[in-house]
């Protein structure tokens, strides 16, 4: 129930159809939102619900009826904006207290990623994976008009240290492309609504502590794909800005290898 204090609306458009859901974040998109779910298949012919989180947009790309029109199940609509983490976060505690689903598969709202991966997403978790990490870089995937500088600080420096604290080698550690298991989710070591997660730690620390149980974890190929120079947004192409947005980036990894987390 929404209360005129909470902190979030939720909008449900039908009952859900399907053990896996695919969760997308999304802030301020403009376009972008609704040129993702446009490559999307119909809804007759997904084998898994898509839902959307907005993190307080206020550009209006999280329309309900448009969202609907896409096959879009449900939205929660953040009423301000608080960061990835706490959106990632909302979303996935309002799914694991009120649906069934067995496991979810987070993208981001930004049009980077190619759904048709989806579906090799969920046969990992069929299959048992309880952690599963889309990467441009693994045999088969692609990256296309990744910025030289992001290539290299993911190939150089962000896997290293984040495979470093892991103990397993991971290629793609900032693709927000993943997917989890639901008994992995509720498995009472793993606390993922944790405050302190504000900008980027609920992906990494997921990561990391699934790797660090010792659950089942793989890589898949998936297309990242940054946006032609003319059809990029206002500031470049993408919304982590240089500097404090680097650092909050790095700050979760320093957290991981020295078990702050």
């Known amino acids: 129930m929404n209360t005129d204090d909470s902190p979030q609306t939720v909008e449900t458009a039908h009952p859900e159809s399907s053990p896996w859901l695919v969760l997308i974040c999304a802030f301020n998109e403009g376009g972008r939102l609704a040129a993702q779910l446009a490559k999307f298949p119909p809804p007759a012919q997904r084998n898994y619900d898509v839902g959307v989180v907005d993190d307080g947009s206020t550009d209006g790309c999280a329309d309900w009826k448009l969202l609907q029109a896409h096959g879009v199940r449900f939205l929660i609509r953040r009423k301000h904006n608080e960061g990835l983490s706490p959106?990632?976060?909302?979303?996935?505690?309002?799914?694991?207290?009120?649906?069934?689903?067995?496991?979810?598969?987070?993208?981001?709202?930004?049009?980077?990623?190619?759904p048709s991966a989806i579906p090799l997403f969920i046969q990992a978790l069929e299959a048992g994976q309880a952690y599963v990490q889309g990467s441009r870089f693994a045999r088969g995937g692609q990256a296309i008009r990744t910025p030289w500088m992001r290539f290299w600080a993911i190939r150089l420096v962000h896997a290293p240290l984040f495979s470093l604290a892991a103990g397993a080698w991971m290629t793609d550690t900032t693709n927000g492309f993943r997917a989890f298991r639901r008994d992995f989710l509720e498995d009472p070591r793993v606390h993922f609504d944790q405050e302190r997660f504000r900008s980027y730690e609920v992906e990494q620390y997921l990561a990391w502590k699934a790797i660090r149980l010792g659950r089942r974890h793989c890589e898949i190929p998936v297309v990242r794909e940054y946006p032609a120079p003319q059809a990029r947004r206002p500031g470049g192409v993408t919304k982590i800005r240089p500097g404090i947005g680097h650092w909050q980036m790095i700050k979760p990894l320093l957290a991981l290898l020295f078990r702050r987390y």
């Open 87 to 114: 959106a990632i976060r909302a979303g996935l505690r309002w799914v694991l207290d009120t649906s069934k689903y067995q496991g979810v598969v987070l993208m981001n709202g930004n049009n980077k990623d190619d």
